[in-house]
């Protein structure tokens, strides 16, 4: 008879060498026992490492990759992790139940839903499908009669923004959307109807996934017996960006054996205006009394400079978990603090240290600028673009082909080239009720008249239009109106205040839900036109610089051999060899609407920690002393306060000849 030994747990032999590959901080959390837990991975201290590892070690401990759940915030990032553990365990690991909280979601809710009355086959809504459903309750309820109501997809993401934070919509518009307070009673009837058509017709869109999920957990007690039982262990990669729902759903997922590691920073939470919630990771040790606390300190990107500068930033902070980021042992260069004297000056000095490092031998894709705000990258586009420094922008569309920029151009050009049929072309289709068709005509009457400028103002237009064109025309025509001075058009910066405040500021509101961006967009094209004699000029520049753009961007290599420009946010999870922070004057980072609060002025720290630990080897923090915003006139500006406490010895002060 052949005997065949089963072995057991309590025999186990991992088959992987764990010290070799992990520093004693990781060795810990990774091999830590049962039972909740909370990993605090520092910047660059091999967060994605640990996660992969924990899941090899429950793998090879004996735990069926069935009764391991990975969630993590994209997809590829789950298969990455899943994948490394294969080629560790030499093993399988496809059935480890690993993916994003809505991938998850779906598979829970197909086996489950029907317990709450959601039919298996429910067909799920992508991003477009969910804005035209908007758009049919808005004109199921005749909302489309008011010209000035919200396009569709400012609407969802107020909804979307109210089901992630369990907050009422009205309370999202008066906390977050302010301007659309006039709106809020017939935005939530479109909420209202939103919801019952969805149910009616078993469609569900990505916030359904997670809500539906929670509830199906909270209402059906045998559901959640038998998922919290299926699951022994559950991992959460990125705690610190999760929302309430999302936090919820993890609980009631572990809450029969309670092995719950979740992997975050809460010095690296800096998403509040997508709904993630920083209570959830610091508020963690309370929930779970019990939880083991690891703490991934060694650093493997940066210099200790910068990492003596990063920690004493982020160490102003009240409300976090503390720790100390240490370097091995690696030296380099004090982060450099540079005072400007304005915006120009800035992008000067960015882009000649910029040439600097190229002589040196440094690849341009080793060389990052970040920025608090997309419209602070303006001047270094144009200043970059005059030196032929390729770049490319993280952040969005290079500045000047962003729509709504190009929208306020082409009103300038019209005005000054009143034959210019494509402007024209542009500016009419801005209006509610007017088309192709009818944008043409417009324009055969304006080109056949001796006068086009007067034509596009004049009364014989709106007999060409459709009433609902003829309501919304009046406030177009009364910016035509204003750009025919001669006054105007020798003041570029005040023609563009006339085309905002005159009407497009209300075409804004109603049809992009980032507003507050793009206007502000508009008011530094406004401060930067100020520094030409004419709007001609002005226009002239534009074209010729945007052309070397074009020229620059042409071939398929461009990409690979340029600089980065990017929002801090976008930056977070990066690196780069050398790094500028810029615009890192008060009153613009920290952003001004978040000072008045703790939370927001500890968060916005966090958004300065983050982009300060992108870079290993070089940083320079640089701010304008001046600054020309339209609203305030020319100002002194103090550096940041994020500047302003950093310890002298943490930085060397640089003084720049002009």
């Given at each position: 008879m052949k005997k065949y030994e089963l072995r057991t747990a309590a025999a186990f032999k991992p088959s992987v060498d764990y010290p070799s590959y992990l520093n004693p901080e990781q060795l810990?959390?990774?091999?830590?026992?049962?039972?909740?837990?909370?990993?605090?991975?520092?910047?660059?201290?091999?967060?994605?490492?640990?996660?992969?590892?924990?899941?090899?070690?429950?793998?090879?401990?004996?735990?069926?990759?069935?009764?391991?759940?990975?969630?993590?915030?994209?997809?590829?990032?789950?298969?990455?992790?899943?994948?490394?553990?294969?080629?560790?365990?030499?093993?399988?690991?496809?059935?480890?139940?690993?993916?994003t909280f809505h991938h998850i979601g779906n598979i829970v809710l197909r086996q489950y839903g029907a317990a709450i009355n959601l039919k298996a086959d429910f067909t799920i809504l992508d991003s477009e499908d969910t804005k035209d459903l908007i758009d049919s309750c808005t004109a199921e309820l005749n909302l489309r009669t008011d010209k000035m109501f919200p396009k569709g997809k400012i609407v969802l993401d107020v909804i979307?923004?109210?089901?992630?934070s369990e907050r009422s919509v009205a309370g999202v518009i008066e906390n977050d959307f302010s301007?659309?307070?006039?709106?809020?009673?017939?935005?939530?009837?479109?909420?209202?109807?939103?919801?019952?058509?969805?149910?009616?017709?078993?469609?569900?869109?990505?916030?359904?996934?997670?809500?539906?999920?929670?509830?199906?957990?909270?209402?059906?007690?045998?559901?959640?017996?038998?998922?919290?039982?299926?699951?022994?262990?559950?991992?959460?990669?990125?705690?610190?960006?999760?929302?309430?729902?999302?936090?919820?759903?993890?609980?009631?997922?572990?809450?029969?054996?309670?092995?719950?590691?979740?992997?975050?920073?809460?010095?690296?939470?800096?998403?509040?205006?997508?709904?993630?919630?920083?209570?959830?990771?610091?508020?963690?040790?309370?929930?779970?009394?019990?939880?083991?606390i690891f703490k991934l300190t060694t650093n493997y990107r940066s210099t200790s400079e910068i990492l003596s500068l990063a920690n004493s930033s982020i160490a102003n902070n009240r409300r976090q978990f503390p720790k100390v980021l240490n370097s091995l042992q690696r030296r380099g260069a004090l982060p450099a603090v540079v005072p400007l004297q304005n915006r120009s000056q800035e992008a000067e000095f960015v882009s000649q240290?910029?040439?600097?490092?190229?002589?040196?031998?440094?690849?341009?894709?080793?060389?990052?600028?970040?920025?608090?705000?997309?419209?602070?990258?303006?001047?270094?586009?144009?200043?970059?673009?005059?030196?032929?420094?390729?770049?490319?922008?993280?952040?969005?569309?290079?500045?000047?082909?962003?729509?709504?920029?190009k929208d306020i151009i082409s009103y300038l050009r019209a005005a000054l080239n009143p034959m210019d049929e494509i402007s024209w072309t542009r500016i009419l289709k801005l209006i509610p009720g007017i088309g192709s068709v009818t944008a043409k005509k417009v324009w055969e009457h304006i080109r056949a008249?001796?006068?086009?400028?007067?034509?596009?103002?004049?009364?014989?237009?709106?007999?060409?239009?459709?009433?609902?064109?003829?309501?919304?025309?009046?406030?177009?025509?009364?910016?035509?109106?204003?750009?025919?001075?001669?006054?105007?058009?020798?003041?570029?910066?005040e023609a563009i205040r006339e085309i905002l405040e005159k009407s497009y500021d209300a075409y804004l509101q109603s049809n992009y839900e980032n507003y507050e961006d793009r206007r502000e967009d508009i008011e530094q094209l406004s401060n930067y036109s100020g520094h030409f004699r004419s709007t001609r000029e002005f226009l002239s520049d534009l074209a010729l610089l945007t052309g070397v753009q074009t020229e620059d961007v042409a071939g398929p290599e461009a990409e690979a051999e340029s600089i980065v420009l990017s929002t801090i946010h976008r930056a977070k999870g990066l690196e780069w060899s050398r790094v500028f922070i810029i615009g890192l004057a008060e009153?613009?980072?920290?952003?001004?609407?978040?000072?008045?609060?703790?939370?927001?002025?500890?968060?916005?720290?966090?958004?300065?920690?983050?982009?300060?630990?992108?870079?290993?080897?070089?940083?320079?923090?640089?701010?304008?002393?001046?600054?020309?915003?339209?609203?305030?006139g020319v100002t002194v500006k103090r550096p940041s306060l994020f500047v302003q406490e950093l310890p002298e010895e943490t930085y060397e002060l640089w003084e720049i000849d002009s």
């Open positions: 810990s959390a990774v091999t830590s026992g049962d039972g909740p837990s909370l990993v605090i991975a520092g910047a660059g201290s091999g967060k994605t490492r640990v996660v992969t590892y924990r899941v090899a070690y429950l793998l090879e401990s004996g735990v069926s990759p069935s009764r391991i759940m990975l969630l993590t915030f994209t997809n590829r990032a789950a298969r990455e992790m899943l994948y490394r553990v294969e080629l560790l365990i030499k093993g399988e690991a496809r059935r480890v139940w690993g993916g979307s923004r109210s089901t992630g301007y659309l307070l006039p709106f809020a009673e017939e935005i939530e009837k479109v909420s209202g109807l939103f919801i019952k058509k969805k149910k009616a017709m078993n469609l569900v869109d990505f916030d359904d996934l997670l809500s539906c999920w929670k509830e199906l957990l909270l209402k059906v007690p045998a559901v959640r017996e038998k998922l919290s039982e299926r699951f022994l262990h559950v991992l959460v990669d990125e705690y610190q960006d999760t929302n309430r729902i999302q936090a919820d759903i993890v609980d009631l997922m572990a809450s029969r054996h309670r092995n719950l590691m979740v992997v975050g920073d809460d010095a690296q939470s800096i998403y509040s205006f997508r709904g993630a919630c920083f209570d959830n990771i610091i508020n963690f040790p309370e929930k779970y009394p019990d939880a083991k240290r910029v040439l600097d490092f190229i002589d040196e031998g440094v690849p341009m894709k080793e060389i990052a600028v970040l920025y608090r705000s997309h419209y602070q990258s303006m001047e270094l586009q144009m200043e970059l673009t005059r030196r032929r420094i390729p770049y490319e922008v993280r952040s969005g569309l290079r500045f000047f082909e962003q729509a709504h920029i008249a001796q006068d086009p400028v007067n034509a596009a103002t004049s009364d014989d237009v709106s007999k060409i239009l459709s009433r609902k064109a003829r309501d919304n025309w009046q406030m177009y025509r009364h910016t035509m109106e204003a750009l025919k001075g001669e006054e105007v058009l020798d003041n570029p910066s009153g613009n980072f920290p952003a001004a609407k978040s000072l008045g609060s703790l939370e927001g002025e500890e968060e916005e720290r966090r958004v300065f920690y983050v982009a300060a630990t992108r870079a290993k080897d070089e940083l320079y923090l640089c701010y304008p002393v001046m600054d020309d915003r339209w609203h305030d």
